[in-house]
């Protein structure tokens, strides 16, 4: 058997030397278009030619590339997607929902499952989260109770953090009501190679979306979607097809493909180191009296996500990311009081060394040096009060306005301040004094609103 047969089709074929009378328009060289620094991809960006297989009508090697990558994390059926995690989302909320099913939803769901709601004309039921960040399973169960027209729950988990949510207990609440689970496991895709795993797929969950490449060593835009359920697996690939391009890239697919091979034949092990050298850091944190957020939650959170409480410090996240950057150290993410880094198998001992003789110095910056507030991280919700359906308040004319003018008026979008791409206001709820507020402190300047 191929070791990776997506890849092996895709390197066969620039090899082959071809005269390629097709799809794309570089031929696989373009000449002097494109800088020389493209010519190793080029010749592997290929298109849906016989021997190469077709993603929507997989019966080749993607179709076995996908079934190797379902066989590794324990799912009935893995789709890949070129498309981002997005097109994972929308393609498990069209299985779950159809046309205009009702959802108990994460209110901290990611704006692209918002807006695939609107496509769908879901009905979205809030769950908001704890004072710990986390969905209470209660929480999920009441709404199931009170609500029995929903059709899915959908969670997310990990969040941009690394917390988790208790997600065997909401799994028993979900089988309980009869209800699919569905998981936003954007940056949790490398969790099932963790012992023991703590991968969504693992507690039972009916479909996760892993954005691949967030922690995987796979091109931007690479991601899986697992289905867990085999009830949904027959339509998948043609729930999929109503959202995604025509033209998906071979290069990000081959490297979902190369990443699944490695993961198989070294994954458990990369993952196993690096879980020893995360904790050496989170020691370093500790004697610099930098705290790591929920270190001492042991099963509920990512342990390779380094989530640091720089207002501790009297530092705010902003503030200690650009400290950070000229040490040489770029975080993926900083906010009002925290600082985020992902860290993966292939940092160098040299670039860890780097991040910890940085973490040492840290207290010995000067505190607010930029002049960045140090805020409390934003984990409560406004009220909100719904006034349109999001399809009706996104599809309707809109204006764009100073947020300062915008009291009382409807949102005809999402405005997501932090973390990134989680919502304070929905298209089609009422922005209040309280939202205003929110959306001005978190740098929101303009907002579109209904006509």
Request: proline share 8%; charged share 20%.
């Amino acid at each position: 058997m191929s070791r990776a047969p997506l890849w092996e089709a895709v390197r066969d074929y620039a090899l082959e030397g071809t005269a390629r009378f097709h799809t794309p328009g570089h031929s696989g060289r373009a000449g002097s278009a494109l800088p020389s620094a493209f010519a190793g991809i080029l010749p592997c960006d290929q298109t849906e030619i016989p021997g190469l297989d077709s993603l929507y009508e997989a019966g080749g090697p993607i179709a076995s590339a996908e079934a190797a990558a379902a066989a590794l994390y324990g799912a009935s059926r893995t789709l890949f997607s070129a498309g981002g995690c997005t097109l994972a989302i929308q393609t498990m909320l069209c299985l779950a929902l159809g046309e205009g099913g009702a959802v108990a939803m994460d209110r901290r769901s990611h704006r692209s499952a918002v807006q695939t709601c609107a496509l769908l004309d879901a009905r979205p039921y809030w769950l908001y989260p704890g004072g710990d960040g986390r969905i209470p399973p209660d929480s999920v169960e009441d709404l199931l109770r009170n609500q029995p027209d929903i059709r899915a729950v959908y969670i997310t988990s990990p969040d941009y953090y690394g917390r988790l949510c208790d997600l065997p207990a909401i799994v028993a609440v979900c089988r309980k009501r009869r209800v699919p689970l569905l998981v936003d496991n954007a940056h949790g895709s490398h969790l099932a190679f963790l012992r023991p795993s703590l991968h969504p797929l693992a507690f039972g969950a009916d479909m996760t979306a892993d954005s691949a490449h967030k922690t995987l060593p796979v091109l931007t835009g690479g991601a899986f979607l697992h289905i867990g359920n085999p009830a949904f697996a027959p339509g998948a690939k043609s729930a999929m097809s109503l959202f995604g391009s025509t033209s998906p890239a071979y290069p990000v697919m081959a490297s979902l493909d190369l990443c699944r091979a490695w993961l198989q034949e070294e994954g458990t092990a990369a993952f196993a180191a690096l879980y020893d050298r995360v904790k050496d850091l989170e020691t370093v944190c500790e004697q610099t009296g930098l705290p790591v957020l929920d270190r001492d939650l042991s099963g509920l959170r990512d342990p390779l996500r380094l989530t640091l409480e720089t207002g501790a410090l009297g530092l705010s996240g902003q503030t200690a990311e650009a400290y950070f950057r000229r040490q040489g150290c770029q975080a993926e993410y900083a906010d009002g009081s925290r600082i985020v880094f992902i860290l993966t198998p292939f940092h160098t001992e040299t670039e860890l060394d780097r991040l910890a003789g940085a973490v040492r110095r840290l207290p010995g910056q000067a505190k607010e040096a930029d002049g960045c507030p140090i805020r409390p991280v934003f984990s409560s919700f406004p009220q909100t009060e719904r006034v349109l359906t999001l399809r009706q308040a996104v599809f309707r004319p809109a204006e764009l306005l100073p947020t300062a003018q915008t009291l009382d008026r409807v949102a005809a979008e999402t405005a997501c301040p932090c973390p990134p791409g989680v919502p304070v206001v929905l298209p089609g709820e009422k922005i209040t004094k309280e939202i205003r507020q929110v959306l001005l402190a978190s740098g929101i300047s303009s907002l579109k609103v209904v006509k």
